[in-house]
């Protein structure tokens, strides 16, 4: 069973840069499947970024797609997610989660317990 930690939040002006990191222990890190999702108050957590075992595929919502990046290190059991040009529309609680496939990533039960982002204006 895989855990998950999640650092690298904080309070950022609009325009600014943060890097979210994952570190996975407990599980074979390279055959997981990994995301960032977040949730503001009052709505719903969705997933911004998802990136196959490999690193080769990664996929974005239109919401962040051209601001933010996703990567992995599986040397380091890592991931990351590199924001820039936030927005104030971007706080939010950001978890990351890993699951067999990105596809699955949505039903997962593998959480990290979050880091707040708070974008100011």
């Known amino acids: 069973q895989v855990q998950l930690v999640e650092s690298g939040g904080g309070l950022v002006q609009a325009g600014g840069s943060l890097r979210l990191s994952c570190a996975a222990s407990?599980?074979?890190?390279?055959?997981?499947?990994m995301g960032w999702a977040r949730q503001a108050p009052g709505k719903e957590r969705e997933f911004v970024a998802r990136i196959s075992w490999s690193g080769g595929s990664t996929y974005y919502a239109n919401s962040v797609r051209g601001r933010f990046t996703i990567s992995r290190d599986n040397a380091k059991n890592t991931v990351y997610l590199q924001m820039n040009s936030l927005k104030p529309e971007d706080t939010a609680v950001y978890y990351c989660a890993a699951a067999t496939s990105t596809h699955s990533l949505d039903r997962t039960a593998y959480w990290g317990q979050g880091t707040q982002v708070t974008v100011s204006s």
């Open positions: 407990g599980g074979t890190f390279s055959s997981y499947a």
